[in-house]
């Protein structure tokens, strides 16, 4: 079993539209992230939820946003897609602050 | 500033050498995490090796081991004995517990590892 899975793998969309992606975990986790890895293969946090707490990296547009309907799922929702947003985006999970991370297998964004 | 410095964009290493990546780091906080990743050509992040802190020892996994300079801040990965399967992304990643990027995980901009026949 995946412990980590996130859907779809591939998503290639026009700009202006909105879509979602998809991250759920099996392993029990507290914690859920959304990472974002530009073209250059830098990992940047963009979200982080935990008990119902969400922190948002800064830096990020309000046209992302996280949902969670439950402890094992966390799906990103973006709205008025750029060619900007091109990029994989990886969720992960962690039972603590102190633990490693367990990461999908990303999601490639194209935005055409 | 950026927390996690990995000065070598790109490294080369004979089959069944050993290689050292280097990582720096910078905190002030007390209590923090360092960790390696290893991200292949196939896109996946795969979780390497750990090191606390307040571990008094150097972490090791297998051919992976961490060299953990404290007073230094650094943190670099020793692979043994390289494997062609070894050539990859490597990403040294820091976690603060009580600092400001809030117990996430923050990474460097990555090693590339090439291993020649």
């Known amino acids: 079993d995946t412990a980590v899975s996130q859907t779809p793998k591939y998503l290639v969309t026009q700009m202006g539209n909105d879509k979602s992606i998809k991250c759920e975990q099996n392993?029990?986790?507290?914690?859920m992230y959304w990472y974002k890895q530009d073209s250059k293969k830098f990992l940047k946090i963009m979200f982080s939820?935990?008990?119902?707490?969400?922190?948002i990296n800064e830096t990020v547009p309000n046209r992302f946003s996280p949902k969670s309907p439950d402890k094992a799922h966390l799906n990103l929702h973006i709205n008025s897609l750029e060619l900007g947003d091109s990029a994989v985006y990886f969720c992960?999970?962690?039972?603590?602050?102190?633990?490693?991370?367990?990461f999908g297998s990303g999601t490639q964004l194209s935005v055409l | 500033a950026q927390k996690i410095t990995q000065t070598q964009p790109g490294m080369f290493v004979q089959e069944k050498e050993a290689v050292t990546l280097d990582c720096t780091y910078d905190?002030?906080?007390?209590?923090?995490?360092l960790f390696w990743y290893k991200q292949p050509s196939s896109g996946e992040m795969i979780f390497l090796i750990y090191?606390?802190?307040?571990?008094?020892q150097n972490a090791t996994e297998g051919r992976y081991s961490l060299n953990f300079q404290k007073a230094r801040k650094s943190a670099n990965l020793v692979i043994s004995a390289s494997q062609l399967g070894d050539s990859a992304m490597y990403f040294c990643?820091?976690?603060?517990?009580?600092?400001?990027?809030?117990?996430?995980?923050?990474f460097g901009k990555g090693t590339k590892l090439s291993v020649k026949p």
């Open positions: 939820y935990n008990n119902k707490e969400l922190i």
């Open positions: 392993l029990g986790h507290d914690t």
């Open positions: 905190t002030s906080d007390p209590s923090y995490g």
């Open positions: 990643a820091m976690r603060e517990l009580y600092g400001g990027s809030q117990g996430n995980l923050i």
């Open positions: 090191q606390g802190s307040y571990d008094q």
């Open positions: 992960a999970s962690s039972s603590n602050t102190n633990e490693k991370l367990f």
